[in-house]
């Protein structure tokens, strides 16, 4: 591996990890956040309407 | 007492705190992450495929991203939960419906062959972990992931064998229509929570384990873990080519890694007497070939599901006080953080430290997924354990995106059709079986899958989310647009995103698939500027000419790209009789009198 090989390597992996952790630390961070946000959830409104 | 009951409420909160933020990295994350990532930044120059992939990520993937979910929140909260449904409550046309269908045709085409490769992970996985895997050599990988697949001809796949995919198929997907149909309670939720942070723990654990692998064989000091992630990550490319290759034959000999290889390589080509040449690739060479950039870009579209009508959909469910915004960034952030931090450091290095850099080139996403890497997991110290997690983490993080490509589905059958999730699911359910079935059966080269996988997963994704941003920043405009995301929002999205969206994403992706097609489909040379060989889809469909010889058609890509039309026209006669639809195109709520 060249020099500017492990640099991009480093700062790619490091950008992401840093970007993931903030996004887990404002959501852990910021009050009733967890309730707003959302991902896909497969507890979609219409399962409970049909049964 | 108080203190125990206070310390136990404070625990189960963290716990479901963690357990939203594992929810949705969790849905974030797929096969994608681990397998075509590493392949197409390896095949692309790692480096240089890295700039033209962040680049992707910021001008394509998460402004589209935020564009899906404030689309699909206002959509919900006019009561349309389709993207056929979305686009007509947002622009308000009778023919905007006509392109949400692009929405669903992409979803529920493209669960037809993933559920397919979902069978290969959780078959591999449990033959790893039964001790069925004994492999020595690249062959007999290569028969174990043909008898698995069914390459050896159309129909091959249909036999009721441990070693092929149908069982293990027939088992994922009724699991999947069980669990979206049932929804998830008790112990699917549990499994689906700890889901993530197994996937996690298993991919950070392979790591630590392909890390260390160092040279493996000592006889093959080249064969390493360093030479692996300079291969993957080196921004330029080092390789032999021939200096006057003969016709039909390729200039390039091999690439070459690490010190030592180009010392290696440098002797060679001296003692080749003018025939070979040592070539050095920079980055900058490799950034003008559009291919790259039309790589990374397809790929951001895969990964983060833009332009799958999935987001769309989930998000017309949210409320004006949910926050779409750090949603959008967190579950893009956890895709990104699996892919690259993850994806990248595991796949491409352990192929190349135990089977040498020829193993690996080339491969794209199968290749090295299914047949360098279980050679790989054989040789491996515990390799037995280590094969059957990678599988079994690839099964969960396929089961996820499957579940959610359903979804769009169903919603646009229960919307249409005005009937309740038991019917939609069950229709949603014989249509993907045929397809699935048809998938299954145009094994020869995977040619159904392939060419599906090329119309539908590429092709088509572009297109739609072409025309989302271009609604989100040109219909709506930037300042309604923003609005939107930002009700509810705990962050605001940058100001210089405005102009991104409006005007630097569209016209990116503009020329993208202006080249895309010019290059894949009319062989479009941008060295020569000249037209050469159609490409091989269009030739599979219309027949052509390469090299001077005739090629015939395919009947196998006729008949996915037929199944693709005919899937469209079913649901465009759906819509056209949608009195839900017409209600949104007069600017009506869907339960509006």
């Known amino acids: 591996m060249s020099t500017s090989g492990l640099f991009v390597m480093i700062a790619s992996v490091g950008t992401v990890t840093l970007l993931f952790y903030w996004c887990v630390y404002k959501v852990l961070s910021t009050p009733h956040e967890t309730e707003k946000v959302h991902g896909v959830e497969f507890q979609t409104p219409d399962i409970a309407e049909d049964r | 007492m108080a203190t125990l009951a206070l310390m136990s409420q404070h625990k189960e909160a963290w716990g479901s705190r963690l357990g939203v933020i594992m929810a949705v990295a969790g849905s974030a994350v797929g096969l994608g992450n681990f397998l075509r990532f590493p392949g197409l930044a390896a095949q692309y120059g790692g480096g240089a495929f890295m700039l033209a992939y962040a680049i992707s990520f910021l001008i394509i993937g998460l402004p589209i991203g935020w564009a899906e979910w404030a689309m699909g929140r206002y959509a919900g909260s006019k009561g349309y939960h389709s993207c056929p449904g979305a686009f007509a409550a947002i622009l308000n046309k009778p023919w905007a419906k006509y392109i949400g269908i692009i929405g669903v045709i992409v979803p529920v085409v493209i669960y037809m062959y993933y559920v397919f490769i979902e069978s290969w992970c959780i078959g591999y ?89 160092g040279a493996p064989d000592p006889a093959k000091p080249h064969d390493n873990v360093v030479n692996g992630l300079g291969y993957m990550w080196n921004p330029s490319k080092v390789q032999i080519e021939r200096v006057r290759p003969a016709a039909g034959e390729k200039a390039l000999v091999r690439e070459v890694v690490g010190e030592a290889s180009i010392a290696e390589a440098e002797k060679e080509v001296a003692a080749s007497g003018g025939q070979w040449k040592l070539v050095t690739i920079t980055a900058w060479q490799q950034l003008k070939n559009p291919l790259l950039w039309m790589a990374a870009a397809a790929q951001i579209f895969f990964s983060l599901s833009v332009g799958f009508g999935v987001i769309i959909v989930y ?90 490509m359903l979804q769009p589905g169903i919603a646009f059958l229960e919307e249409v059709m005005n009937v309740g999730r038991k019917v939609s699911v069950t229709l949603l359910g014989l249509l993907t079986t045929f397809g699935t079935g048809f998938v299954v059966y145009f094994t020869a080269d995977l040619k159904a899958l392939d060419t599906l996988d090329f119309w539908v997963g590429t092709f088509l994704i572009f297109i739609l989310a072409t025309i989302q941003i271009i609604v989100f920043g040109w219909h709506w405009g930037i300042e309604r647009g923003l609005k939107e995301a930002h009700s509810g929002a705990s962050i605001r999205i940058p100001p210089f995103f405005g102009f991104i969206m409006k005007w630097l994403c569209p016209a990116f992706l503009l020329v993208i698939f202006t080249l895309t097609v010019l290059t894949s ?67 009506l709520n869907k339960n509006e009198a």
């Open chain 2, 315 to 404: 998000a017309s469910y949210l409320k004006k006080k949910d926050d779409v915004v750090l949603s959008g960034l967190t579950a893009s952030s956890a895709n990104e953080f699996c892919e690259v931090a993850l994806g990248g450091l595991i796949t491409v290095p352990a192929a190349v430290a135990f089977l040498g850099l020829a193993s690996v080139a080339g491969q794209g996403t199968f290749g090295l997924g299914f047949t360098v890497l279980p050679l790989v997991f054989a040789k491996m110290p515990l390799g037995t354990f280590f094969g059957g997690a990678f599988f079994f983490m690839l099964f969960l993080a396929a089961i996820t995106s499957s579940i959610s």
């Open chain 2, 521 to 587: 489909l009319f062989g479009f040379d941008l060295n020569s500027m000249t037209f050469g060989s159609t490409s091989a889809y269009v030739m599979d469909l219309i027949g052509g000419t390469q090299e001077g010889k005739v090629v015939g058609t395919n009947q196998a890509a006729q008949l996915s790209v037929a199944l693709v039309v005919i899937v469209a026209v079913f649901f465009s006669l759906l819509s056209a009789r949608s009195k839900a639809y017409q209600r949104a195109e007069q600017g």
């Open chain 2, 125 to 213: 996985a449990v033959k790893f972990w039964t001790g069925q895997v004994h492999l020595t050599s690249t062959e007999q990988t290569v028969e174990m992931f043909k008898a698995m697949s069914g390459q050896m001809g159309d129909g091959s796949a249909l036999t009721f064998s441990w070693n092929s995919a149908l069982p293990w198929l027939a088992m994922v997907f009724i699991f999947n229509f069980w669990l979206i149909y049932r929804g998830l309670s008790g112990g699917i939720e549990k499994m689906c929570n700890y889901g993530m942070p197994l996937l996690i723990v298993l991919a950070l654990v392979v790591l630590g384990r392909v890390m260390t692998l």
